[in-house]
């Protein structure tokens, strides 16, 4: 993602993870990974599964083809190391 010569990423993930990038605010699987996608790109979205049985050895998890349209943002890496620390703990709630 920091790549400034890379415009858009497609990229095979297990699907959990691909959850995680293209999930919108307020979805139980928001996390600092959808947080940095936000940031990152203007488009993030899983465009389709991928089944274990399509491996060989199987997989127990199923996978999922997911595509980032970047933008130019810049993020600042205290930001990101934020991030991290934040979502740690899901339950917490951050006060200011």
Not at 20 to 37: C, M, N, P, R
Not at 63 to 88: G, M, P, W
């Amino acid at each position: 993602l920091d790549d400034d010569n890379c415009n858009e990423i497609i990229v095979m993930v297990q699907k959990e993870v691909a959850m995680k990038f293209s999930a919108l605010v307020g979805q139980k699987e928001y996390s600092a990974l959808g947080v940095i996608a936000d940031l990152y790109s203007d488009k993030s979205v899983i465009l389709f599964d991928v089944s274990p049985q399509s491996f060989d050895p199987i997989p127990k998890v199923t996978s999922s083809v997911l595509y980032i349209k970047k933008n130019k943002k810049r993020v600042d890496d205290s930001f990101k190391d934020f991030l991290k620390i934040a979502f740690l703990q899901p339950r917490k709630k951050l006060i200011g």
